[in-house]
């Protein structure tokens, strides 16, 4: 006969557990509502660099423009910049990180080229050194909702790397955010800078409510700024390529500030569905317990019962 004892302590183990997962559903949800907020907080900035750099992409012939971030060379070695979360418990958010830039890597090398890489994260960052891979930079400890001054400070290792001609080709491995329950691990390449590309596109900005009492994500269109070429009787004070060289360096940060905070949404929206699913499945297993726990009660109270009658009659 089971024990009762062990079966309440068991479904109060269990209780405690769902507390704790339904706790850590909570806070992944309202950091989600900060990053939502730092994306629409940051667009004014991104929205004005796209407008400056489509007047001066007007006003300039790229092709005639020789800046260390526009000049494609020679491909040799490339920079993976892979970003990944410093915690588990979301899911399968870091193994599809890791599994699509170690894909990129084997890629790579078949083509006959060399890969480094620069790390974001303690997850990744411990799978590739027990791999032996060629590190350059690691970067741990971020803030869950990224800040500028973290993109700056990547962004200027990666500058370091592909001005040094250590990499050709930087190239950047980060989990595209979709919805609450879905996610895209994807490459994008970062230097050097396509010219033809600093153009503003339509961005999307994703906002995190409540629908019949469970959380859901809106995504709309964000509007492209109204880009127009600078007036032609505009006067520099600077040379046009200073003006250039100076604004490619903060859309570089810009576009890495992007996609940490994409990262970042998919991690807290893979934990969120995680702890999710962790506290459901605490509750279905506190009513299976419990249903047991009942049953094995009756049981142990009709055997009392029968032995009391059983008793009597031997007495009688």
């Known amino acids: 006969m089971p024990n009762l004892k062990e079966i309440r302590d068991r479904i109060q183990s269990v209780k405690n557990t769902r507390k704790i997962t339904e706790a850590m559903r909570l806070v992944a949800a309202a950091k989600v509502r900060r990053a939502q907020e730092q994306v629409i907080a940051t667009r004014p900035f991104a929205d004005r660099l796209a407008q400056v750099l489509y ?27 892979v970003v990944s979360g410093d915690r588990g418990l979301c899911g399968g958010y870091n193994a599809n990180v890791i599994r699509r830039a170690e894909a990129r890597a084997k890629e790579l090398k078949a083509e ?21 891979q060629v590190i350059d930079a690691t970067f741990t400890g971020l803030e869950q909702v990224p800040t ?20 050709d080709r930087v190239e950047l491995v980060y989990t595209k955010f979709v919805s609450l329950v879905s996610s895209r691990p994807v490459v ?6 396509d010219a033809q ?26 509007a492209a ?38 990262s970042a949404a998919s991690e807290l929206a ?43 009659n031997a007495l009688g």
């Open 55 to 81: 007047g001066l992409q007007t006003r300039l012939r790229f092709e005639d423009v020789t800046l260390p971030l526009l000049r494609q060379r020679d491909v040799k070695t490339v920079g993976l910049l």
């Open 112 to 132: 006959g080229l060399d890969c480094r890489f620069v790390l974001i994260g303690r997850k990744a960052t411990q799978y590739f050194q027990r791999r032996d």
């Open 148 to 167: 500028a001054a973290e993109a700056s400070q990547i962004a200027d290792e990666l500058l370091s790397l592909f001005l040094s001609e250590t990499v």
């Open 188 to 193: 994008q390449t970062l230097l050097p800078l």
């Open 197 to 222: 590309g600093l153009e503003a596109q339509d961005d999307e900005i994703f906002r995190l409510t409540t629908r019949g009492g469970s959380f859901a994500v809106e995504r709309e269109k964000a």
């Open 225 to 262: 700024s109204n880009l127009a070429p600078l007036p032609r009787d505009m006067i520099f004070e600077q040379d046009p390529v200073q003006i250039l060289d100076a604004l490619l360096p903060l859309y570089l940060n810009n576009q890495l500030l992007r996609a940490l905070q994409e």
């Open 270 to 312: 893979a934990r969120m569905t995680a702890m999710n699913n962790a506290s459901d499945n605490a509750k279905e297993l506190i009513k299976t317990l419990t249903i047991g726990y009942n049953k094995a009660r009756q049981a142990a109270i009709t055997q009392e019962i029968l032995e009391v009658v059983g008793g009597a």
